[in-house]
């Protein structure tokens, strides 16, 4: 039987994509992956995540990716112009990656806080019917989720590396890091803009732009 697991890396940094990550493979992979160490990103070092990301990519009938910059993550956040959300837009992601990897049986990691509302919004806009199997901690459950986590966030932290050589240390990207804060108060009050490669509708500019003088977001 060929199963799919699929998950996301970067949903709440202020700096950098979302990456949306699934992947299928028969059962006999995912016992495969099991063995060799496969499990939830988040328990494993970036070492161990690099490793394990071409073994996946190998054992795994099908991977597939979708990036979504922060300029179209603004256009479903942002109250002026608010397309049904930001868990409609990973909806979206989700649902566009399982038709293409027409697996069995899809187990996906839920962004919302109703799982079964979440199942119902992909199958909706996948319009096909689909053994889908929506639950929180997927990752932690399921082997495919799991691989589907380490090749999203091993995608999420080369665009991340990538931001980081070209215009500095921004740190992990996320609002709780305090070089991420950092590098974008100092862009502030050097651009007095936020930066192209930073999503403009999170409420981390309202801690950085009181302490930047003149300063009013657009």
Not at 34 to 40: E, L, Q, Y
Not at 138 to 166: F, L, M, N, P
Request: net charge positive.
């Amino acid at each position: 039987m060929i199963v799919a697991g699929v998950d996301e890396a970067g949903r709440g940094s202020v700096i950098g994509p979302l990456v949306v990550s699934g992947i299928s493979a028969s059962t006999s992979a995912i016992e495969e992956l099991a063995r060799m160490g496969v499990k939830d990103s988040k328990q494993l070092s970036p070492a161990q995540r690099s490793k394990l990301y071409p073994q996946i990519l190998k054992l795994c009938k099908n991977v597939s990716t979708e990036v979504l910059a922060p300029s179209d993550i603004d256009k479903y956040v942002e109250p002026k112009i608010r397309l049904k959300g930001l868990n409609y837009l990973e909806a979206l992601s989700i649902a566009k990656i399982l038709s293409s990897l027409d697996a069995e049986v899809s187990y996906v990691d839920s962004c919302d806080v109703n799982p079964k509302r979440f199942a119902k919004i992909i199958s909706d806009i996948m319009k096909k019917k689909q053994r889908l199997v929506v639950s929180h901690h997927a990752d932690e459950i399921y082997t495919s989720v799991s691989a589907a986590s380490i090749v999203a966030k091993v995608t999420r932290d080369r665009h991340v590396q990538k931001i980081g050589r070209k215009y500095g240390d921004i740190g992990s990207g996320y609002p709780s890091d305090p070089q991420t804060i950092e590098f974008l108060q100092k862009w502030m009050k050097r651009e007095l803009s936020v930066p192209p490669f930073a999503r403009r509708s999170w409420k981390t500019w309202l801690r950085i732009t009181p302490k930047i003088e003149d300063f009013t977001l657009p």
